[in-house]
C-alpha cells in the first residue's frame, strides 16, 4: 500500500522520436484524438495509418536508439535520482527504447512530471559522459507516461512486466535482487 498522499506510479519514458504516430505497433494521439485499431501487443493491419506513418518518418530525426553499454548507466541514473529525491522504487528496467520505473510518487501530476523530469536529466548527462554520439542530439521524447498503480494485483503485474517482459537484452533493477542483466 502506498504511503499517505502518495501513489505508485508506473513511468515510462520513450527515447527520442521511437514511437511516432503511425508506427506499426499501435499508437494514440494525446487525447485519443486519433489511434490505432491495435497496440503493441495485437498490432493493427499494416496499411493501418501508413500515410501518417510516412509523413512522421519523412519529418522526424532518425530515433535515438541506446546501445547496451548505456542501458546500466540509464538505468542507475533513474534509481539513484527517485532514492535520492526520497521516492520507494521497486523496479526499473532500460532498453534501446525506452525505460521503465514502479515507484511510489506523491499524489501530484505536477510533481509527478518534475521527477521525471530530473529522471531523463540525470539519464542524459550519465549517457553523454560515456557515449559521444550522444553529445549533441535529443535522447528522451517529449512527454511520458505515468500510470497509476491503485491496487496489489496491479503492482505486481507491472512489477513483473518492468521486471521480465523487457526483451532478454534489458537491464532490469529490483529492490530486492539489485541489478540483472
Known amino acids: 500500500m502506498p504511503s499517505p498522499g502518495k501513489r505508485w506510479r508506473h513511468l515510462i519514458v520513450n527515447t527520442h522520436c521511437s514511437w511516432l504516430h503511425g508506427v506499426e505497433r499501435g499508437f494514440r494521439s494525446r487525447g485519443h484524438r486519433i489511434h490505432s485499431s491495435g ?37 542507475e541514473a533513474f534509481v539513484q535520482t527517485l532514492q535520492k529525491g526520497g521516492h520507494r522504487v521497486t523496479a526499473v528496467s532500460v532498453n534501446p527504447t525506452h525505460a521503465h520505473a514502479l515507484v511510489e510518487l506523491p499524489d501530484s501530476v505536477t510533481i509527478v512530471k518534475r521527477v521525471c523530469g530530473w529522471c531523463k536529466y540525470f539519464g542524459t548527462r550519465a549517457i553523454r559522459e560515456v557515449a559521444p554520439v550522444f553529445r549533441d542530439r535529443e535522447i528522451w521524447s517529449g512527454g511520458e507516461t505515468y500510470d497509476p498503480v491503485d491496487h496489489p ?13 523487457q526483451g532478454h537484452d534489458a537491464w532490469t533493477w529490483c529492490h530486492q535482487t539489485g541489478a540483472k542483466w
Open 39 to 75: 497496440d503493441y501487443k495485437n498490432p493493427p493491419p499494416q496499411s493501418e495509418h501508413a500515410g501518417l506513418r510516412r509523413y512522421h518518418e519523412d519529418r522526424s530525426a532518425e530515433p535515438a536508439i541506446l546501445p547496451r553499454t548505456v542501458f546500466k548507466i540509464v538505468g
Open 153 to 165: 494485483s496491479h503492482l505486481r503485474a507491472a512489477h513483473h512486466y518492468i521486471l521480465h517482459k
